[in-house]
Nanobody
Framework: QVQLVESGGGLVQAGGSLRLSCAASGRTFSTMGWFRQAPGKEREVVAVIRWSGGVTYYADSVKGRFTIAGDKSKNTVYLQMNSLKPEDTAVYYC??????????????????????WGQGTQVTVSS
């Protein structure tokens, strides 16, 4: 049974940092990503990592502040979030792609390639 389990969310003041973790089990994946959904908004991509070559992609809104990294041997991906802003408040979801096909960056920014999703972890940034 495939499972993605996120952890590390919480409440932090603006300017602070949090580190999210997503532990995958049940199979291996070619690509893993973080998405987020704020109240009243659609879910959006935050960062993506493809294990082959360590290719990473970031949403413009988090570039320079967030870093995605992973440990393939542990089937775990992390999201280090620094300089957090109130607008980063959202439920953060881990997503994983089973397919080894190499999609375009724009495709990875959509939900389409991802087969499995975690339950989400709340991140709240106070001003």
């Amino acid at each position: 049974q495939v499972q993605l389990v996120e952890s590390g969310g919480g409440l932090v003041q603006a300017g602070g940092s949090l580190r999210l973790s997503c532990a995958a089990s049940g199979r291996t994946f070619s690509t893993m990503g973080w998405f987020r959904q704020a109240p009243g908004k659609e879910r959006e991509v935050v960062a993506v990592i493809r294990w082959s070559g360590g290719v990473t992609y970031y949403a413009d809104s988090v570039k320079g502040r967030f870093t995605i990294a992973g440990d393939k041997s542990k089937n775990t991906v992390y999201l280090q979030m620094n300089s957090l802003k109130p607008e980063d408040t959202a439920v953060y979801y881990c997503a994983a792609d089973r397919n080894s096909y190499f999609y375009s960056r724009n495709t990875y920014y959509t939900e389409a390639p991802y087969d499995d999703w975690g339950q989400g972890t709340q991140v709240t940034v106070s001003s």
